[in-house]
């Protein structure tokens, strides 16, 4: 099935206790459909400038990526810069250089229109929104946001909310969207945000419309999925060294959606699916500096560790 | 089998923001032992003073734990206090006063000396090992410590290592403990200080000798076993509401070694099961004050929370 998102394509710099990149390919719709372009071909609706070079978008079309909505517009991509703590936990922002970015008007092709697995990256609420019109029969619509827009254009977050399917933020977002501490309490609070609100059930294998469903990324503790009265709890996959954690969210989030895109099924069985696959993507995101890693993965060695998801978590009961 | 414990029996004065109880029956001992009586009949050992109520023991002999290690001397009964956090996660110590605690000698019955199954508290590992050298025949010891000991005592602390086959210790423990930040690491190098040493491999249903076992709790997040090449994560059952997080960790224990104790089953679905009765335990102790919930539940009541974990845990891959 079609899978359509927007997002940024940026240059990163970043710095780690135990290396560095410079102007490295990156942001959310890079490192999104990077990871999604292992279960399905997404779709990019971005925009970069006049720097971009034609080797970061080799890297992209080299997996099959659609770039037909990546515009290309007179000035600077949008470019970040972030130094990580030694523990990998916490990380500073250098400098943010939005360029082309701040102008972004998204104008979707007619065939991009006609998506039908939606992704909106974490932007302004209102260009999400914007996005959203734009789509003529949606089957599923993910979204990512962020402390900045919850503070910042509450109103217009919360229009996009009562149009999508499934929310992806962390935990202190859902706290502070929510204004409630305790996570199952604060689910309750933000799927009442949402298309269908709290508590209309679970999906199952035979039902054709999208479940509300918020999925809350706790970092190394993996994540939270709940929807109806139902709570799924995956951890995070087990890793010795992580080389940088830039891009672990959006690489979920790629996966996540590249899994349901697939295989077009959104029951309760296929979200768990999913979020496996996500949490592996996420696990070799962060193995190698920026997207490295994501360029040249094995399908095998991505089923071996959605595998070793269930040898981490399952047990059988007498 | 028989499952015998050392530890605290105390009163505890307890503060939260919703509720706070004075001089309540507590301590590691009183925990683990009414937290295992669900399971098979433990025996305490522990030293209370002359203001030691009937009532209390009451609380304790109405649950068949064997009180016959339970000594009286003249003198007070350890008392601690302790205050929350509004979000429970931190707590202050507002007094420790250790009264008959401080020149406690265990000394054991010719009947404890022969128990199978074996929980060293929270003590002093100079203790620990006093009580360990007078089992005869151990089939399984488990063990708690906390970062005072790793600090103040740790030649004792390896010396009980080596002789031990579980340790249950949190998150901070084990980075002090093994000097290492990711706890996959940690755990390898305290599975290393430990009986049998790491690699030694996972214990399987036909294998008689216990496995070289380390668990990490990581508060609401839930725990990592390791032993072997094995890795097996379980995370905090879900709860809107949490009264009072004491004791926690000691009803988590006793589950757990009340389970083995119970089935005499030490292979790895043995211990995976004993993680989930343990975490069933711990997060019905923290629905109450103090151990007023750990005193009447309904063994369907557990039952349905292990399942509960199966739900929360469990996913299909295709």
Redesign the interface.
């Known amino acids: 099935m079609s899978l359509l998102t927007i997002g940024s394509v940026a240059y990163d710099s970043i710095k780690t206790p135990f290396g560095s990149a410079d102007k490295a390919l990156g942001g959310s719709a890079s490192y999104f459909s990077l990871s999604a372009s292992y279960f399905s071909r997404p779709s990019i609706v971005a925009v970069v400038g006049e720097d971009f070079k034609p080797e970061d978008e080799k890297i992209l079309a080299e997996k099959n990526i659609d770039l037909t909505g990546l515009q290309k517009t007179a000035g600077k991509t949008f470019a970040w810069g972030g130094q990580y703590s030694f523990?990998m936990n916490s990380r500073t922002t250098l400098f943010t250089e939005l360029g082309v970015f701040e102008n972004f008007k998204p104008e979707l092709t007619e065939d991009h229109k006609k998506s039908e697995y939606i992704f909106l990256g974490n932007i302004h609420p209102s260009l999400q929104l914007e996005v959203l019109s734009q789509i003529t029969s949606p089957k599923l619509v993910g979204l990512d946001t962020m402390n900045f827009w919850i503070e910042k254009a509450l109103d217009d977050l919360k229009k996009v909310l009562a149009q999508i399917d499934i929310l992806i933020i962390n935990d202190s977002e859902a706290r502070e969207l929510s204004k409630e501490?305790?996570?199952?309490?604060a689910a309750k609070i933000i799927l009442g945000m949402m298309k269908t609100g709290f508590g209309r059930g679970v999906p199952s294998a035979t039902e054709g419309t999208p479940p509300p469903t918020l999925i809350i990324k706790?970092g190394e503790?993996?994540l939270?999925m709940f929807n109806g009265e139902?709570?799924?709890?995956?951890?995070g996959y087990?890793?010795?060294?992580v080389a940088d954690p830039t891009g672990a969210g959006d690489s979920f989030a790629g996966g996540f959606m590249g899994y349901l895109a697939k295989?077009d099924d959104i029951s309760q069985?296929s979200l768990?699916?999913a979020?496996?696959a996500g949490s592996v993507m996420a696990s070799f995101c962060v193995e190698n500096l920026t997207t490295v890693r994501l360029q040249n993965l094995r399908d095998e060695d991505i089923q071996k560790r959605?595998?070793n998801?269930?040898?981490?978590?399952?047990?059988?009961?007498?």
Chains 1, 2 share one sequence.
């Open positions: 523990d501490h305790n996570l199952i309490k706790r503790y993996g939270l139902s709570i799924f709890n995956l951890p087990p890793l010795e060294d295989t069985a768990k699916q979020c496996v959605m595998e998801f269930k040898h981490l978590t399952h047990f059988e009961l007498n």
